[in-house]
């Protein structure tokens, strides 16, 4: 995720499969140990990471129709 930080999309698209591979671990080890409350954590990591991602895109598009570009730098402008 920080070896391209010019790419915000490439940035978005990281952190979904971070989650995604930590739901993969609850699922294993929920199914490991018999257990449902693994599955059912997996769940809400799933709609975090969905809501992540619908939110993060729409402040991507905003801001693309604001400045033109949705490079690092210019995003950096939103600070002030």
Known sequence: MFLCR???LIILISMELILLSVNINF???SILIDDFLGQIISLLILTVAASEIVIG???IIIFYR???GISIKL???LKS
């Open 6 to 8: 010019k790419h915000i």
């Open 27 to 29: 699922i294993f080890f």
């Open 57 to 59: 895109l729409a402040i």
């Open 66 to 68: 604001m400045r033109g």
């Open 75 to 77: 995003i950096s402008l």
